[in-house]
């Protein structure tokens, strides 16, 4: 029998032990621009171990709920940052590492504007789009070597809303 992860609001809080939620929560750290623009400073912790930046576009798919989650993953070389570039709700799933494996996974949906960042190393579900058109901004690493460890669950789970 599958287990049902409910789908939870996203907050810094509840997010912080698996990454950053990029958001323009405040007020600006600076303005800028003659005073036209506020700036939202160094808003995510990016790690890219031995290797270096890159940035790249991802149009993926839109998935509907109930959701089969049957796998996360997680890149031990790098972290991995997800940025839509439209203003529709995705969904975030992480797991906590327990002894090297992913733990019950957690399920978020983001606000409009909200953008996330994983630590380096976070179990973490690929990138889950629930609106078309799907586009992202995805910063992560870019090196040599393997970066991506992947885990199957023998019983999926099923993520819903509440
Ligand atoms: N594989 C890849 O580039 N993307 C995944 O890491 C993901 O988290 O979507
Ligand atoms: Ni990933």
């Given at each position: 029998?599958?287990?049902?992860?409910?789908?939870?609001?996203?907050?810094?809080?509840?997010?912080?032990?698996?990454?950053?939620?990029?958001?323009?929560?405040g007020?600006?750290?600076?303005?800028?621009?003659?005073?036209?623009?506020?700036?939202?400073?160094?808003?995510?912790?990016?790690?890219?171990?031995?290797?270096?930046?890159?940035?790249?576009?991802?149009?993926?798919?839109?998935?509907?709920?109930?959701?089969?989650?049957?796998?996360?993953?997680?890149?031990?070389?790098?972290?991995?940052?997800?940025?839509?570039?439209?203003?529709?709700?995705?969904?975030?799933?992480?797991?906590?590492?327990?002894?090297?494996?992913?733990?019950?996974?957690?399920?978020?949906?983001?606000?409009?504007?909200?953008?996330?960042?994983?630590?380096?190393?976070?179990?973490?579900?690929?990138?889950?789009?629930?609106?078309?058109?799907?586009l992202?901004?995805v910063?992560?690493?870019?090196?040599?070597?393997?970066n991506?460890?992947?885990?199957?669950?023998?019983?999926?789970?099923?993520?819903?809303?509440?």
């Amino acid at each position: 029998m599958s287990a049902t992860i409910r789908i939870m609001p996203l907050t810094a809080a509840a997010f912080a032990p698996f990454g950053d939620v990029i958001e323009t929560a405040g007020e600006p750290d600076k303005m800028i621009n003659q005073g036209l623009c506020g700036r939202y400073h160094d808003r995510a912790r990016l790690d890219f171990g031995s290797g270096r930046a890159g940035v790249s576009l991802f149009k993926a798919e839109p998935r509907a709920l109930p959701l089969k989650l049957d796998l996360v993953e997680r890149h031990p070389e790098g972290s991995q940052a997800f940025i839509p570039m439209s203003l529709d709700p995705f969904l975030v799933i992480v797991a906590p590492d327990d002894g090297g494996l992913p733990g019950v996974p957690l399920a978020f949906e983001t606000e409009p504007g909200q953008a996330i960042n994983f630590h380096r190393g976070t179990w973490h579900g690929v990138l889950t789009p629930l609106h078309e058109p799907g586009l992202f901004a995805v910063i992560d690493r870019i090196g040599e070597g393997d970066n991506l460890e992947e885990f199957w669950f023998d019983d999926p789970y099923v993520v819903e809303r509440g």
